[in-house]
């Protein structure tokens, strides 16, 4: 992203991890992109491996309808919202079954945010 200086935080951020077994994952977030190609940079999930590949992307669910700030709005499949709400409340809640997500898994993430950090301002590589 080009930047004249007046940016005081990253507008991008990317990194690669090496996974267990040698598996590489490219992270990448960006709030500054405004793509309207079909392979656009709005949230992507892709897979690939040795046996095939596939990918998920919120521009596959496009609202064709005049947002405030883009042409139109991409949105996450709605149901995907739904779904997640009523698990947490008919499963966690109502049947005392763990939910999805915990905060054991939000701590590992923070640890790997922090990791990337300290990669791009050592210029190292960190192992966790």
């Not at 077994?21 to 690939?48: C, R, V, Y």
């Not at 883009?70 to 049947?95: D, G, K």
């Amino acid at each position: 992203t080009i930047n004249d200086g007046t940016v005081t935080k990253e507008n991008l951020a990317m990194a690669i991890l090496e996974l267990d077994g040698g598996a590489l994952a490219h992270l990448q977030a960006s709030f500054a992109a405004d793509d309207h190609a079909d392979d656009n940079w709005t949230f992507k999930i892709k897979l690939i491996g040795t046996s095939g590949s596939t990918r998920f992307s919120h521009a596959d669910w496009v609202q064709n309808e005049k947002a405030v700030v883009h042409s139109h709005t991409y949105s996450a499949y709605h149901y995907s919202i739904l779904n997640t709400v009523r698990y947490f409340i008919e499963q966690c809640i109502e049947r005392d079954r763990a939910p999805l997500s915990d905060l054991d898994d939000a701590i590992t993430v923070q640890k790997i945010i922090e990791a990337i950090e300290v990669s791009v301002g050592e210029g190292v590589a960190i192992e966790l």
